[in-house]
């Protein structure tokens, strides 16, 4: 089967470090994204990962150890417009190349 | 325009109506998508296109589902006899190829409430 698990709720306060956890389970797998989607917005890109290790993107950082099926994204000097919902995207070439997504992780960040 | 359009932004209809969706993709993207969002949950897939391939239809939740992409374009999701499970937020995205980083481009989705 097919299944992608995140927290569905992280709080964390202005300033700090907040990581988000993805595992996935895919009877394929050809790359990890993470979204960012605000309340009300279409989700948007904020990174990809296709091989083991950390690809960091300015206050966002995404890691992807693929033996384990495991993912974090890692948000550095929260500030409040970080608050959204983080969705964990798999690529699954298997039938075809549709990419799974998970049920999201909403971020709190407070003052 | 420079992003992914989709049409109407919001949908008003009742039980057992036939409802029309329109997306516009990114000018020279050959993949598009189709998903669902429910409130407060993450995006189910529905359908893809990939240039002149068969569209993979894996995700439609029901014959009353049906897309179709004219002239590797625009696309249209059509539900025919709607029904109150099928409120929710219907996504569009469009990516250039079919690359290793396959970023999809998301359109700002239409409304549907189905009363």
């Known amino acids: 089967g097919q299944n992608i698990d995140q927290p569905t709720e992280m709080t964390a306060t202005e300033g700090a470090i907040v990581q988000i956890n993805c595992t996935y389970q895919t009877s394929g797998f050809n790359g990890l994204f993470w979204y960012q989607q605000h309340a009300g917005e279409a989700p948007t890109f904020l990174s990809y990962?296709?091989?083991?290790g950390l690809e960091e993107k300015g206050r966002f950082s995404s890691f992807l150890s693929r033996s384990k099926g495991y993912s974090y994204l890692l948000l550095k000097e929260l500030q409040m417009k970080d608050s959204a919902s983080y969705l964990c995207?798999?690529?699954?070439?298997?039938?075809?190349?549709?990419?799974?997504f998970g049920a999201g992780t909403r971020l709190f960040v407070k003052a | 325009g420079a992003g992914v359009s989709q049409s109407p932004s919001n949908k008003v209809t009742e039980k057992g109506k036939d409802v029309e969706l329109r997306c516009d993709p990114i000018s020279g993207h050959t993949a598009l998508y189709w998903y669902r969002q429910s409130l407060g949950q993450g995006l189910e897939f529905l359908i893809y296109?990939?240039?002149?391939?068969?569209?993979?239809k894996s995700g439609l939740p029901s014959d009353r589902f049906s897309a179709e992409r004219t002239g590797g374009s625009v696309s249209t999701l059509t539900i025919q006899r709607t029904q109150q499970e099928d409120s929710a937020v219907y996504l569009c995205a469009s990516s250039s190829d079919f690359g290793q980083q396959e970023t999809q481009y998301f359109g700002p989705g239409t409304r549907l409430l189905v009363l």
């Open positions: 296109f990939q240039g002149n391939s068969a569209p993979d």
């Open positions: 995207a798999v690529r699954d070439p298997t039938g075809g190349f549709k990419t799974i």
């Open positions: 990962n296709v091989l083991d």
